[in-house]
């Protein structure tokens, strides 16, 4: 059974850092590609960045990242990170991983391609 459990937001100020975490089981996760995506209040659910695990290339969403984000993984944990730094209140979301299996170099940035989310990871960035 595949499983994806976010963990790792809270609030911070702007200019702060959070890593949300992406704990994945029931899967062999090199057969698959991992998306970070949000949705923010009154807002549709957008990518954030995607992940080929296989080959280890991550392509991100520049409008939303601006060079502020970076995905990495622990192979022992079966784990995927989104590191966010320089926040801002635009990137108050709830955040989600979601899992799909890999298809070539294919990285997809739309949610309706991925079967299997996380619960999401609440992130508010305010002062």
């Known amino acids: 059974q595949v499983q994806l459990v976010e963990s790792g937001g809270g609030s911070v100020q702007p200019g702060g850092s959070l890593k949300l975490s992406c704990v994945t089981s029931?899967?062999?996760?090199?057969?698959?590609?991992i998306g970070w995506f949000r949705q923010a209040p009154g807002k549709q659910r957008e990518g954030v960045a995607c992940?080929?695990?296989?080959?280890?290339?991550?392509?991100y969403e520049d409008r939303v990242v601006k060079g502020r984000f970076a995905v990495s993984r622990d192979n022992a944990e079966n784990t995927v990170y989104l590191q966010m730094n320089s926040l801002e209140p635009e990137d108050t979301a709830v955040y989600y991983c979601?899992?799909?299996?890999?298809?070539?170099?294919?990285?997809?940035?739309?949610?309706?391609?991925?079967?299997?989310w996380g619960q999401g990871t609440q992130v508010t960035v305010s002062s």
């Open positions: 029931g899967f062999t996760l090199d057969d698959y590609v």
């Open positions: 992940f080929s695990v296989r080959d280890g290339d991550t392509y």
């Open positions: 979601a899992a799909d299996r890999s298809v070539g170099y294919y990285c997809p940035f739309s949610d309706f391609e991925y079967p299997f």
